[in-house]
């Protein structure tokens, strides 16, 4: 399998921007996470699903952002619209079961000048 | 509410020699899961080890063990004859009963050849 993926795993866009970051969990897995990593606030779960249905959303900063997963197989995190403060990295996870291993994406580096 | 404390921003440690990653968290529950994961420059979180409550057994994995002390809410890492390809940020993550993972702040780790 060929892990998780993200896209685009960089991005910089400008303020004011519709920016929307995509991830493809592992064939199999039930639980999707979406995750924020700065060096200020560290890792934030900001939304996770499970089989396809959102679960707890009480990490995602405002209404600016929102998430879907329409399948099994495809999830977005879009922020609109982007602000300077929503520079960070942000994780698509996935895992199979409640206690399973949690696989990271590799990431996507969000700058917003 | 739970937390996870890492007191140790940034470790090193000789090539080939043995380093220590301290843990805590604090948590009312009994029975939790408790993780070790390495974030290379790359930036994708890898599993390094994990670690059920109700077991006794320490945790091994090749060079990685854990000591998880229950009473004292205690969860190190030792690295073994660390490698240079050890050098990362190491987070140690608790999971709650809702399985959510509640991350420490992570300690840097650097090798020195």
């Known amino acids: ?113 | 509410a739970q937390t996870v404390t890492q007191s140790q921003p940034e470790m090193s440690v000789q090539e080939a020699e043995t380093v220590t990653l301290s843990c805590t968290y604090d948590t009312s529950e009994s029975d939790y899961y408790l993780f070790w994961y390495k974030q290379p420059p790359s930036r994708q979180m890898i599993l390094v080890i994990r670690q059920e409550a109700y077991k006794q057994q320490n945790a091994t994995e090749n060079r990685f063990s854990v000591n998880f002390q229950k009473a004292a809410k205690s969860f190190s890492l030792k690295i073994s004859d660390s490698q240079l390809g050890d050098a990362a940020m190491y987070f140690c993550a608790y999971a709650d009963s809702n399985y959510q993972l509640i991350w420490g702040a992570g300690t840097k780790l650097i090798i020195k050849p």
């Open chain 1, 1 to 113: 399998d060929a892990g998780v993926i993200q896209s685009p795993r960089h991005e910089v866009t400008e303020m004011g921007q519709e920016v929307t970051l995509r991830c493809k969990p592992i064939s199999g897995h039930d639980y999707l996470f979406w995750y924020r990593q700065t060096m200020m606030r560290g890792l934030e779960l900001l939304i996770y699903f499970n089989n396809n249905v959102p679960i707890d959303d009480s990490g995602m900063p405002e209404d600016r952002f929102s998430a879907k997963m329409p399948n099994a197989s495809f999830s977005t995190l879009k922020i609109q619209p982007s602000e300077p403060r929503d520079s960070a990295v942000y994780f698509c996870a996935s895992r199979t079961g409640a206690w399973g291993e949690l696989f990271f994406g590799e990431g996507s580096r969000l700058t917003v000048l």
